[in-house]
């Protein structure tokens, strides 16, 4: 029975690739108009919703920053978001934090499996979980690293269901291929190239860590695994997205893995606490939440404060960007090449 269940999600899976394969095809001029409309139309259906969360918001605090900052982080309204807030969360390097991003489905989605005790293989919890993370990204407003994030993860619950671990650089190109096919110009949206680099580069470097260090060891070392976890995470996602944060903003954050070790527990917190928040009526909820995005604007503007926290002006060209990915990929296939084990020869 599980199998028909798993052939029928996976069916309708390559149906609606298909479907969106026929619709460029039939609607090659027309595409991203009509999907800008599709959009227009469905923000329609739940501004209602995301008004009714930002007046929640409003009646905890005064302050228009915690406010702002708060919208941003947990129903991407960026349009409160002053100018200075936006310039010291880019300086330090957690503009990523203050955009909806994969991490934030991450997290939620992580959240959704602890409370169903991982129950990946079950049908009705992958149904509700996958409902209520396609909900939310449908809220936020269909960022592209959000949606990036949420096809990916409906992927990997539909293998989990037939028992089967997917390869996460097939994931991620199948998932590139089904964005692509749904709007041909998602490729020059500089979302969705920073977000696609950015996983590809944590997808390839973290299994080279792996390789370096005792794995037995560090899981009998939790917190000593999560500094290592976050640490080579946040290098290896840099590596990704820094050539081309420097081809369109010219800037490259120098404390990023410093900020990252406060910014990205910060963020769980906060969403953790939204979720219970927009389900309770508690105002201590919300006024911790309030609290934890306070004491984030000031640690992120004490730290926009230190000398050299950001280097400018570096404007790089298309050649040279190209020539950076081409380097990286060089040292990436020296680094295989060392790692191998030498074959015995009998």
């Known amino acids: 029975m599980r199998r028909l269940h798993f052939t029928a999600l996976l069916g309708l899976t390559i149906c609606m690739m298909v479907g969106l394969i026929l619709y460029n095809s039939f609607h090659p001029v027309d595409e991203h108009a009509r999907y800008a409309v599709q959009t227009h139309h469905t923000n329609k259906k739940i501004d209602r919703c995301r008004q009714k969360m930002e007046e929640r918001y409003a009646m905890l605090t005064t302050n228009q920053a915690d406010r702002s900052v708060l919208a941003a982080m947990t129903l991407g309204e960026k349009k409160g978001v002053s100018r200075e807030l936006r310039r010291i969360y880019s300086v330090t390097g957690a503009a990523h934090v203050l955009a909806l991003s994969g991490l934030h489905l991450s997290i939620i989605y992580m959240l959704l499996m602890r409370l169903t005790l991982n129950r990946q293989r079950s049908i009705?919890?992958?149904?509700?979980?996958?409902?209520?993370?396609?909900?939310?990204?449908?809220?936020?407003?269909?960022?592209?690293s959000t949606i990036r994030s949420a096809v990916m993860l409906t992927i990997y619950s539909l293998l989990s269901l037939g028992g089967r671990r997917g390869q996460p650089l097939n994931v991620l190109a199948l998932t590139a291929l089904i964005l692509m096919l749904s709007d041909r110009t998602v490729l020059y949206d500089i979302g969705f190239q920073l977000s696609f680099a950015a996983v590809l580069s944590i997808v390839l470097i973290t299994p080279i860590i792996d390789e370096l260090v005792d794995m037995k060891w560090l899981m009998t070392h939790p917190f000593v695994k999560w500094v290592l976890d976050l640490t080579v995470v946040s290098i290896a996602a840099q590596i990704g997205v820094a050539p081309l944060l420097a081809y369109h903003f010219g800037t490259f954050s120098t404390y990023f893995l410093l900020t990252n070790f406060i910014a990205i527990p910060s963020v769980t917190i906060i969403l953790y606490l939204a979720l219970i928040f927009w389900v309770t009526p508690f105002d201590v909820v919300g006024q911790l939440l309030v609290g934890v995005v306070h004491i984030l604007n000031k640690v992120l503007a004490l730290l926009a404060q230190i000398p050299y926290s950001v280097i400018d002006n570096l404007h790089l060209s298309v050649v040279q960007t190209i020539l950076i990915y081409v380097g990286f990929g060089c040292w990436y296939a020296a680094t295989l090449k060392l790692l191998q084990k030498p074959e015995n020869v009998v």
């Open 124 to 144: 009705l919890v992958q149904t509700i979980i996958l409902s209520m993370v396609w909900g939310y990204t449908l809220l936020t407003g269909l960022a592209t």
